[in-house]
């Protein structure tokens, strides 16, 4: 197991019950923005979203509230954070395991693969992307750092999990490195849509 799983992995119970309700809670307007790329395109049958770093299940609760329907699948590092998921969201399905490393837990498709804030804090972006891109045709990314820096930088940061505090990555992507990933995977077009904060969701088509 990386570092960075152990990192992500290393919340107490009371800490993920209330990871991103009362820190770092992500823009409400991307959030939308998400919703609906996947509504309008969608249309009017029940798709299968597979949400990768879903943690809480802060995203998929979002769709509820929203009172969109979807055949939802949830994957993380973190068994604290996926116990929650479960118990406040027992009609969908969590999964504990690595999104680098996709085929070796899902044996299906999805019409949609969501990362939400996570691309950033990726040891390996572009690894992940490829294994997504074998189970779905519709890459959805939502980020709070969007790829447009003009160096590639990677941070080490700490945050407090309720058992001291444990490092994680944060990465600044520059736009020479993202349109490389892009091409590396076969991306042939990318829609961008922003809110009003500096987040960014974009499409990636193949």
Known sequence: MSKSSESWG???PDIAATYLKSFGHPAEGSKQILLDVM??????RVPSVLDL?????QLYEYFKKSDWQCEYTGIDFSDALLDVARTQNPEAIFVQGDVNNLPEIIDQRFDYIVYSHVVEILESPERSLLEAKKVTDRILIRFFEP???DIDTVELREMDLGR???PYLRRKMSRAYYRLILSNIG????DVYRDLSKDQVHVLHF
Do not use: L
């Open 147 to 149: 790829p447009e820096f």
């Open 10 to 12: 290393a919340f107490s």
């Open 187 to 190: 991306c042939q077009r990318v």
């Open 164 to 166: 001291g505090k444990v």
């Open 53 to 57: 770093g879903c943690g809480n299940g």
């Open 39 to 44: 509504r309008k395109d969608s249309k009017n």
